[in-house]
């Protein structure tokens, strides 16, 4: 199966802020790849954006992990949302939102 239809990356950039949100429907493996991946590239980058996830017991479609960075006055947030998304195996985001 296509890991872009597994994990549905959304990047939104605004004045400042970065937001990434990978959408993994249910599935608790995948929730539990997404944390390593954040948790390695939070290791090996020192960065620390600020990471939580939406659960909705009755849409399990809308299960996600968002990654925002506010008051990212030099862009830095983008490195880390490439590196997290290289490491799901993920190569393009929805453009929906």
């Given at each position: ?27 608790k493996r995948l929730k539990g ?65």
């Amino acid at each position: 199966m296509d890991r872009c239809q597994e994990i549905k990356a959304h990047v939104r950039m605004e004045e400042r802020y970065e937001g990434l949100s990978l959408m993994f429907g249910d599935n608790k493996r995948l929730k539990g790849e997404i944390l390593q991946a954040v948790d390695d590239v939070k290791k090996e980058t020192g960065q620390t954006p600020f990471v939580f996830d939406k659960i909705s017991n009755d849409r399990p479609d809308i299960q996600c992990i968002y990654i925002e960075f506010h008051d990212d006055v030099h862009r830095e947030g983008g490195e880390f949302f490439e590196k997290v998304l290289k490491k799901l195996k993920i190569d393009h985001c929805e453009s929906d939102i």
